[in-house]
């Protein structure tokens, strides 16, 4: 259908190397659209039209559609005629005739298809020709594909059988038919019926079929592969395994956190396989002899001399077989205490949901670990189950406790804070034990620090701080203990920070801190605690000022899960003696309590009643955008949750210091002060979808109250409290709000499920390089750096940055005491010279970028600053500037003693006090904070993107219902929550909420703010119209339009009547410009043509009813504007609805700070980086919006990912498979049939480098600790076979070689293969060459591609074993 | 006898106010004082059950880097403390709690151990100390002359008497 040039040019663009998929595709479809647009076939000039689906399996050539073919039609209707004739009745439908396309004609077509349009079909000419598309024969899979199932007596088949069987027997009636000569009409039909046999043979689902009624419909091929439990995501992905268990979870606070108590049932069941070795012999010997049944046994042994047979251990001699092992077997031996398991619970949302454990072998029947673990796992213990896993190579072992273990991931990679901490109980404890008035003698704090180790530690018990009148320890010291025991112990704690229960000093008075009245504020020096007790904040989780933070930062994993351990076993053993329980007396609300609660309520009721009288009587403004209705809906609301949070408030003010609720609320172990409210004073107002109660009967929520009544009872307000018990009224409407919570989180998993799988299979295969660059499996840059500071978001000491240079200091100050011989002071502007000098050493410079050095020289400037003033206010000099009588690079450079000498020696002592910077602390301030920094940098090889799309997953799992939020101002709601998200991350074009905020050019004047706002919004002529009437006059008829001009100067709006005329004009009414004629001051009259008599009429009704919709003015797609105040006199607009360009070109807004909310405008309007960076502030606002933190880094890679093709792609099936090429991948993710059917006709192909791809076909990927390759220099003499003699010298070169420069030489023996290598480096994959059997012939390696890829590990164990086939050098 | 080596400070103070934000701790008490030679304010918290303090009581109060009597066994002790890693008033609270040698602390009602912990500047010249006792804090706020024997991160016994 082309012409020989098109074809030239498009074959052309087709042939360009390096094109990717998507283009190509892009370029076919245009040959298909040209291909579209001609009417005659430039070879047979036959005609070329529509070929559509008629009915099921019918296609149908509408040959003459076009009117030109008119010839051509009447030349085919003509020779039907003589098919008219035989059978008259076929007369009225002949002309309806088209050509059908059978299966036969197909075929025929397709196989006249040349070659060269083959390709430009995008088809493959040799292997996938069009007709090898059509069926010639059926396949038939062998029985174990299809078994049949024998029951007594009878066998059921498979449906693939059944429907093969049905196709044998059509075909055999059609033969029968053909050879006895059955009418064409039967067999015509019983070829349909074939056709669709087979059609469903395949797939079951052949559109217009009609469904099988009855029983299930049959599964064809397609079923078998699509879906969950389909073959890609059922099997291939996912995989059944050996070696796993699973069993109820309860917890254990006396397990380390790295460990888990397996029950001996378990442990009896998986094994490991360990080698015999000389020096586990006798080890496993005895394990022999204990056989299957006994615990620290054994189930099969495996012996080298046969050629690894698995003998059974249950039966034959055991104690033969133990004496017969030799070194070189392998035992199976039974799961033992300190094995390495992997432990998991779905949903495995995020990498921490399967951690390595060290197991332990108990008694019982379940898994149990420490409750500071349930964080991760997001696991309690009310009957979930957990599974584990068995690694069964040492390899995979040191794997996995390196990357997978506990004690290294006790921090998210989500944002860098802690995610496993002392939960609940723990807390309580040390909150408890850290209050100010708990002492001990000397019997009992020995006693309490003994329940926190196992009697294998030195304690070295410090001074008793009261000593007269008796010797008193305080709870403080014991937690100080618990962190550093003895004085060899390194751990030197620094921390200070305020508590959740800091009261804020009054404003005015001075009062340090420190001195919180409620001891809410927590110093730790040198692991002692100064002041401050314990809660949440400090020992729980998710928060980076907690001490296990601090600990794990400074002192490593170890230390840090120590602490966690010891208070852990504190806790179970002192809060057995101390009890804590919670018992009716605690939620019983005192007198004082009553009655500030009933006041509070009674106060509430009454200002409901006067704002609803205020309303009825119109006296209420109403709020921007808002009615009278939502506004007082806005004030009650705002009141009524107001109750809650006083009576909450009460209530922590008025129980006693040793209420159980009152506790768990203050320390953050459970609970909060709402919960506490509702059970002791008010359970308050409930809430459904953000709005009060809504009624349930006519205009009112029950029959109980009168109709449109808004009194907080009538609308769902509980004024009880659970203690007191709900009216009737009261339990319904909170049984409301349950019920809505209760499917609002089913709805959410579900939802958040699907979100994470998409995000995850977007961004699996993102892994960050060693050049730094974040690239895809096909090498595709994502990005330079990753974040643009190439930091990892998991080893951040801050938020967002490296080191806290802060607490770094004053760490360095607590733990470097200052030598009292030679203190070396020094000088503030000696600080600034030595940081220079310090820094500009090699290490500094090569590790370091400048932007954090520069906030390194910042922090030290300001410490010199601080020094310098200090000194000031002690009245000596400050030497904040370098002294004239001082050269800086000369000898004369003092320390402060010197300088000081003749000083007030109060006043230096006093400044010592306070800050005293010493050259060794200050050098070794800068080595602690460069050991961080690198500490910091990513890894290459993480896998970045799976990070990302987990991090951002992870969370949406936790949003709750909450999904309004107030832009600023009420009434302008953004939709926030998971479907947020959900918009921001499919790129939908249609967003709930478009929202446009403008700066404007004068923003502290309400009044031309007012002016813009008017600018924008759309007015509509029915707005500004005082009336609009019809005249009919014997010459002529129109409409007559008196416009409102004092409405219009009310509005502000710059509005002349020509604009309103050529805006009616303009409509979409259809008015001719010359049909509207404006009579000064105020009229318009549109004039009606008369076409027709008597449509004149209708026309006018119809014009008269659409004129007031004409937007005069504005944009259209604008709903509305709300002028927003934020705070401190300025405004800004806020505008709902599309159309960022035309409110950009506003005058009076700042087009270059006005941005949109919705990306997919963003992108239209201001180009593909603004769309980038609207999705990552969009989607830290939604997750800030619901209190969760993320690391930028990992929204900005999302951003990258849904922009890096130059245009928004969506995390959806269609964005997915435009962003990758691997058809398999794309299988395995969504439409698995369609996408396996599109890669059969264009005859792709699958590099299998993806991280989906790999795992489909068990291969190792290339991401993480599979990302290195070895290569090998195979220059040096390829020829050079291996001998007996030399294999010892093989060895020993591999290891002299290593040393230096990894060059070790593998080549097959296959001459051939070596001439290739002999060229330079061969790429190539180890297995494969070793299994010449398996492999393609040497001669078809890759040539282009030339180094040699090995898997390390198996390289000198493989080398040795197939010596045969390998020559070394 | 040579008291002045272990005295780092010592004054007398009438107690201003008890409590003034409200008791909040059964136990413990947080008193204000006022020094009467130093011109001194002096914030404690005391164990009220072992030694109730009133409003416009008086006591003596003394800060002391160890118990020792004599400062010659004062040295000899810190010189083998050292050695085991203990400071200098780390080890010397054990004889006083056996009861075996005559100190300080039996001269006064009411003997804290602690440790300094932070000099502040907030106003002007006068200088604030920060004393924690196993978390019962001390502030004392005063001239900087008056505190010069004070060192930061040190270990100090407090010893009231009436």
């Known amino acids: 259908m082309l012409t020989d040039t098109d074809k030239i040019s498009f074959m052309k663009r087709l042939r360009t190397k390096g094109i990717d998929n998507l283009r190509t595709q892009s370029i076919i479809k245009s040959v298909v659209a040209n291909c579209k647009k001609v009417t005659y076939c430039m070879h047979c000039k036959g005609t070329n039209g529509v070929v559509k689906k008629a009915g099921p399996l019918k296609i149908v050539h509408e040959k003459f559609r076009q009117k030109r073919t008119a010839v051509e039609h009447m030349e085919f209707l003509n020779k039907l005629d003589a098919a008219v004739v035989d059978s008259p009745e076929l007369k009225n439908v002949v002309k309806k005739a088209q050509e059908e396309l059978t299966p036969l004609r197909v075929f025929q077509l397709f196989q006249r298809i040349p070659d060269e349009d083959c390709e430009l079909m995008g088809l493959d000419k040799n292997n996938g020709r069009p007709e090898h598309l059509l069926w010639t024969a059926v396949p038939v899979p062998p029985c174990c594909i299809r ?64 469904v099988q009624i009855s029983g299930k419909p049959i599964r064809g091929f397609t079923q078998r592969l699509k879906g969950k439990q389909g073959r890609f995501r059922g099997n291939l992905s996912g995989k059944r395994v050996d070696f796993s268990g699973r069993t109820v979870i309860s917890p254990d606070p006396n397990m380390g956190i790295d460990e888990v108590a397996i029950p001996q049932l378990v442990a009896k069941v998986l094994t490991f396989p360990e080698v015999v070795t000389a020096f586990n012999i006798e080890k496993l010997r005895k394990l022999v ?93 009310d009957g979930d189950e957990m599974n584990i896993h068995l690694p069964q190579t040492q390899e995979a072992r040191a794997e996995a406790t390196i990357l997978m273990g506990v004690k290294n991931n006790l921090v998210t990679p989500r944002n860098g804070e802690p995610i496993i901490g002392a939960t609940q109980d723990f807390i309580t404890t040390a909150f408890l034990i850290t209050q100010k008035d708990k002492f001990y003698t000397r019997a009992e704090v020995t006693q309490i620090i003994s329940y926190c180790f196992d009697a294998n530690v030195h304690i070295d018990l410090p001074g008793p701080c009261i000593l007269r009148p008796m010797c008193l320890w305080s709870g403080k010291q014991i937690i100080g203990l618990l962190m550093k025991p003895n004085h060899k112990s390194p751990v030197s704690v620094g921390l200070e920070t305020k508590t959740k229960s800091y009261s804020k000093p009054t404003p005015g008075s001075n009062r340090p801190p420190d001195l919180c009245p409620n001891d809410g504020y927590l110093v730790i020096i040198n692991s002692e605690i100064m002041c401050g007790a314990l809660d949440k904040s ?6 980076k000022k907690s001490i296990f933070f601090v600990v794990l930062h400074d002192y490593g994993t170890r230390e840090a899960a120590e602490i966690m351990n010891r208070l852990a076993k504190l806790s179970a053993r002192w809060s057995c003696n101390q009890g804590f329980s919670i018992g009716i007396s605690d939620v019983t609300p005192g007198a004082i309590l009553r009655e500030k609660k009933d006041i509070i309520i009674e106060s509430a009721y009454k200002k409901c009643n006067e704002l609803i009288l205020e309303s009825s009587q119109g006296k209420l403004e109403n709020l921007p955008g808002c009615d009278d209705d939502q506004t007082l809906e806005s004030h009650l609301s705002g009141v009524l949750s107001r109750v809650r949070d006083d009576a909450g408030n009460i209530c922590m003010q008025e129980l006693g210091r040793h209420n159980a609720p009152y506790i768990m609320a203050t320390c953050g172990s459970k609970g909060s002060t709402i919960n506490v409210c509702q059970m002791v004073a008010c359970v308050g107002q409930q809430i459904v979808s953000g709005s009060r109660i809504g009624d349930g009967f006519t205009d009112r929520s029950l029959p109980h109250f009168p109709k449109f009544s808004k009194i907080p009872a009538a609308k769902g307000f509980v004024q009880n409290s659970f203690f007191t018990g709900l009216s009737p009224p009261e339990f319904l409407f909170h049984a409301v709000s349950g019920r809505v919570g209760l499917v609002d989180t089913a709805v959410k998993t579900a939802e958040t499920g699907y979100m994470q799988r998409r995000l995850m299979k977007a961004l699996e295969d993102l892994s960050v390089n060693y050049d730094t660059s974040v690239r895809n499996s096909t090498n595709g840059v994502v990005q330079f750096v990753y974040g643009d500071d190439g930091l990892d978001p998991s080893e951040l000491e801050g938020d967002g940055y490296p080191v806290e240079f802060e607490s770094n200091w004053s760490h360095i100050e607590q733990t470097i005491p200052v030598n009292r011989q030679n203190p070396e002071s020094v000088p503030p502007f000696l600080i600034r010279k030595m940081c220079v000098d310090i820094s500009s050493i090699d290490k500094f410079k090569k590790n370091c970028t400048k932007s954090w050095l520069d906030s390194l020289y910042l922090f030290c400037d300001g410490l010199s600053n601080k020094l310098a003033k200090l000194r000031a206010a002690f009245g000596l000099p400050s030497y904040n500037e370098l002294p004239e009588i001082m050269d800086l690079d000369g000898e004369n450079v003092h320390y402060l003693e010197t300088i000081d000498a003749q000083g007030d020696p109060a006043s230096v002592k006093s400044v010592h006090n306070i800050l005293q910077v010493t050259r060794l602390r200050l050098e070794r301030f800068f080595e602690t904070c460069l050991l961080k920094y690198t500490k910091s940098k990513i890894e290459p090889g993480t896998a970045v993107g799976a990070l990302g799309a987990q991090s951002i997953g992870e969370p949406g799992t936790q949003m709750t219902l909450k999904t309004f939020h107030f832009a600023g101002v009420a009434s302008m709601n953004v939709t926030l929550g998971v479907p947020r998200i959900k918009e921001i991350i499919n790129a939908s074009s249609n967003i709930s909420t478009p929202i446009i905020t403008a700066k404007l050019v004068s923003d502290n004047n309400v009044q031309s703010a007012r002016i813009v706002k008017g600018r924008v919004e759309s007015c509509l002529l029915g707005d500004i119209a005082e009336c609009i009437e019809e005249v009919y006059r014997p010459s002529q008829c129109y409409l007559g339009i008196k416009i409102d001009l004092k409405t219009l100067e009310k509005l502000q709006l710059e509005l002349t009547l020509d604009q309103i005329a050529s805006a009616i004009s303009r409509s979409k009414l259809k008015i001719e410009d010359r049909n509207v004629r404006i009579y000064y001051p105020d009229r318009l009259r549109v004039f009606v043509v008369k076409k027709d008599q008597e449509l004149l009429h209708y026309n006018m009704q119809n014009y008269k009813r659409l004129l007031p919709k004409v937007v005069v003015n504005g944009y259209p797609q604008i709903v509305r504007s709300v002028i927003s105040d934020s705070g401190n006199g300025t405004y800004n607009l806020v505008v709902e609805g599309y159309g960022l360009k035309d409110v950009m070109n506003t005058d009076g807004v700042i087009g270059t700070k006005t941005a949109s909310n919705h990306v997919m ?70 439409k698995t049939t369609d996408h396996l059917f599109d890669a059969a006709i264009y005859g792709k192909r699958d590099s299998v480098e993806g991280v989906s791809e790999r795992i489909i076909m068990g291969t190792q990927m290339s991401i993480g600790t599979g990302m290195f390759k070895l290569l090998v220099d195979d220059n040096i003499n390829p020829k050079h076979s291996i001998t007996e003699s030399n294999k010892i010298k093989a060895q020993k070169t591999d290891v002299d070689d290593y040393k230096e420069n990894v060059n070790i030489l593998v080549t097959a023996e296959s001459d051939e293969f070596n001439a290739d290598m002999t060229a330079n480096l061969v790429e190539y994959d180890l297995d494969t060459l070793l299994k010449p059997s398996s492999s393609q012939k040497p001669g078809t390696f890759d040539k282009t591609n030339k180094k040699l890829r090995f898997k390390p590990r198996t390289l000198l164990f493989d080398i040795e074993e197939n010596q045969t086939q390998l020559s070394v050098k | 006898m040579d008291k002045k080596d272990n005295m780092l400070f010592s004054d007398f103070f009438s107690v201003k106010d008890v409590d003034k934000d409200g008791k909040k701790f059964d136990r413990v008490s947080r008193i204000g004082a006022r020094s009467e030679n130093y011109d001194m304010e002096l914030t404690l918290d005391v164990n009220c059950e072992l030694y109730p303090l009133d409003h416009g009581d008086r006591f003596s109060l003394v800060l002391a880097s160890s118990l020792n009597l004599n400062s010659a066994s004062a040295a000899s002790g810190q010189q083998s403390n050292l050695d085991s890693g203990f400071g200098k008033a780390d080890a010397n609270w ?14 006064y009602d009411y003997v804290m151990y602690g440790r300094i912990y932070r000099f502040d500047d907030t106003t002007g010249s006068k200088v604030s100390v ?14 900087s002359h008056h505190l010069q024997n004070l060192t930061v991160s040190e270990n100090v016994y407090l010893l009231l008497k009436r």
């Open chain 1, 538 to 543: 400090i020992v729980g989780d998710g928060k």
């Open chain 2, 94 to 107: 054990r004889t006083v709690v056996g009861g075996t040698e005559r100190s300080l602390a039996d001269e």
């Open chain 1, 147 to 210: 078994p049949s199932v024998a029951q007594e007596e009878k066998s059921n088949e498979d449906d693939l059988t059944v429907k093969l069987t049905e196709i044998i027997f059509i075909n055999s009636l059609i033969e029968s038919g053909i050879k006895k000569g059955a009418s064409v009409g039967n067999i015509m039909e019983q070829w349909d019926f074939l056709s669709l046999a087979i059609a469903m043979y395949i797939s079951s689902e052949v559109p217009g079929v009609p």
């Open chain 1, 1161 to 1230: 405008e963003m992108q239209k309007v201001l180009g593909i980086e603004a769309a980038r960076q609207t999705i990552i502030n969009e989607i830290q606002y939604t997750m800030e919006s619901h209190g969760m933190s993320i690391d930028p880094r990992h929204m900005m890679l999302l951003g990258d990912v849904m922009t890096y093709k130059g245009e928004v792609l969506g995390i959806t099936r269609f964005g997915i498979a435009k962003m990758k090429d691997s058809v398999m991948m794309l299988a395995s993710f969504e």
């Open chain 1, 289 to 381: 002899v204990n056989g299957p049944s006994v615990h620290p046994g054994a189930n099969y042994v495996q012996k080298l001399m046969d050629n690894g047979l698995k003998r059974f251990l249950k039966f034959g001699n055991r104690r033969d077989i133990a004496n017969e092992l030799e070194i070189g077997d392998i035992v199976e031996r039974h799961l033992d205490d300190g094995d390495i398991v992997l432990f998991n619970r779905q949903p495995s949302l995020h990498r921490l949901s399967i951690m390595s454990h060290r197991a332990r072998v108990k008694p019982w029947r379940t898994f149990r670990f420490n409750e500071c673990v349930c964080t991760p796992y997001n696991a309690d213990f």
């Open chain 2, 130 to 143: 920060f004393i924690s006792f196993g978390g019962l804090l001390m502030c004392l706020e005063g001239e």
